[in-house]
């Protein structure tokens, strides 16, 4: 492809200063006095996908936030790709530990970013990634490369678990219909090593509420005599693990996917320093499922993690009290063949039955979805991996990622498609953290990939 370095360098800075202004809307899709950021953005992220090139953009509403739809259609007998990616964002807080308000952007230089990097929410995940698919666009339009048809849908409730997006999926097959899915919206290993995302975990999320007495109580008058929801609900959590780290639920790792000796050393040759991970988070041990190595932990086996607990008194100075309520918001990440609506279950049943006497427990499931892997002799991954090998010079390494992007699985399942995970943000990045950045370098490397996928896909696909 002609000239795709030299384009993004003539159009570097506008291409971050449209990003920028994409930033500073607060698209955050879990609370609803966003709403109006939350269809601005839609809005924004239309308009930009018609200057980009877009032959025809669409609003699409749903029960929740809109879905942005846009296509460039030159050939039906060449493949489609569709791109998927998000425009909402998670919430900021908590806000005393961002440097800069999140939603003013800023452009900093770090240690492992001295050509800069760009903070606020959404910056990597996912304004930032999602954006470079729309600078590809425009430079494939406007220097006449582009080699094939192209869908976008980009969305606005990722981050609160896209049940909306899952009953557009299949609602709309025929205008979907794609030869591969193109997602940026996962990592790579680091800035000189390239790495395609294989697969994703799963996750079942859940809410548990433990009720003890009808009231609060006076922790000095009722103390030791009745059962306090919370040491009642730390007592149960604790109880999910063994000394081995492995989890309690009966039958849940039943399907669990083993990894060969042969797979699991070839993960073993992804380059990974257990030192420089530590120091990154000032921890002086990992901590984790016994006979597992911490690429492993996070990745290819599934995990209970408590995401929040609050009940009783948590203001300035003490309050003698029992509390009347008790509450957990707990993650499980989920790999391949295990059943998310079948563990929401057994987590349920099991976690009822481990309540002492004396307390209610309630449990209300979340959301979920389904992990994923996608295979590597697959035309997509070929075409991706000829492309990072172009503009980084090094074949990239299929890696097998931890977080989750539920809808994936869906994808497969209702458009019968691959989706290739090309992500350029880095685990530094802090998505979801405070002080979420992207790199420029992987912004400018990014928009440069993107273009070259096209190209590959294309002709591997004649
Ligand atoms: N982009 C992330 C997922 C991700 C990040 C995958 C980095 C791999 C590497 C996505 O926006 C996300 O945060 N997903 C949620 C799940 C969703 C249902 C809220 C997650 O993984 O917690
Ligand atoms: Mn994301
Ligand atoms: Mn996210």
Redesign the pocket.
């Known amino acids: 492809m002609k000239n795709i370095s030299t384009y993004v360098n003539q159009h570097k800075d506008r291409f971050l200063e449209e990003l920028i202004d994409l930033l500073k809307i607060p698209s955050i899709s879990a609370d609803s006095a966003y709403k109006k950021d939350v269809l601005h953005t839609a809005e924004v992220v239309k308009t930009r996908l018609e200057e980009a090139g877009c032959d025809h953009v669409e609003i699409c509403e749903t029960a929740g936030y809109p879905i942005v739809y846009g296509e460039k259609i030159i050939d039906k007998d060449l493949p489609t790709v569709l791109v998927y990616g998000?425009y909402d964002v998670q919430p900021p807080d908590p806000l005393n530990l961002w440097n800069s308000p999140p939603f003013e952007p800023v452009i900093k230089k770090t240690e492992l970013h001295p050509e800069g990097a760009i903070f606020a929410r959404g910056a990597c995940?996912?304004k930032g990634q999602m954006y470079m698919h729309v600078k590809a666009l425009e430079f494939m339009t406007k220097t006449n490369q582009l080699p094939c048809n192209v869908k976008f849908m980009i969305e606005g409730e990722?981050?609160?678990?896209?049940s909306n997006l899952a009953i557009f999926v299949k609602e709309n097959q025929e205008k979907l219909k794609n030869d591969v899915i193109l997602i940026s919206?996962?990592?790579m290993i680091a800035k000189d090593v390239p790495s395609i995302?294989t697969g994703?975990r799963g996750?079942s999320y859940v809410e548990v509420e433990v009720t003890g007495p009808n009231r609060d109580l006076h922790s000095g008058l009722y103390g030791g005599a009745v059962a306090n929801p919370i040491n009642v609900l730390a007592k149960m959590i604790a109880s999910l693990h063994d000394e081995n780290n492995h989890i309690t639920i009966p039958g849940f790792y039943d399907k669990v996917e083993e990894l060969s000796k042969e797979e699991r050393a070839e993960m073993a040759k992804a380059p990974f320093s257990l030192e420089a991970y530590k120091k990154s988070l000032d921890i002086d041990a990992v901590y984790g499922e016994a006979g597992y190595t911490t690429n492993e932990r996070n990745s290819i086996r599934p995990t209970l993690d408590v995401n929040g607990i609050w009940g009783g008194y948590t203001g300035e100075g003490a309050k003698t009290v029992i509390a009347s309520k008790a509450y957990a918001k707990i993650s499980m990440r989920l790999v391949p063949h295990q059943d998310w609506e079948n563990i929401t279950q057994l987590f349920k049943t099991h976690f009822e039955s481990i309540a002492p006497k004396g307390v209610k427990v309630e449990v209300k499931p979340h959301?979920g979805?389904q992990g994923y892997v996608t295979p590597i002799d697959s035309i997509g991954y070929q075409a991706a991996s000829k492309a990072y090998f172009d503009s980084f010079g090094k074949t990239p390494i299929p890696q097998r990622?931890?977080?989750?992007?539920?809808i994936v699985s869906l994808f497969e399942q209702e458009l019968k498609s691959k989706t290739i995970l090309m992500?350029f943000?880095l685990d530094s990045d802090a998505?979801?953290s405070p002080n979420e950045h992207y790199g420029l370098f992987n912004y400018y490397k990014g928009i440069e990939t993107i273009p070259l996928f096209y190209k590959y896909f294309t002709e591997l696909s004649e």
């Open positions: 998000h995940d996912d990722e981050e609160v678990g896209s919206d996962t990592g995302t994703l996750l959301h979805g990622s931890g977080g989750s992007i539920p992500g943000g998505i979801h």
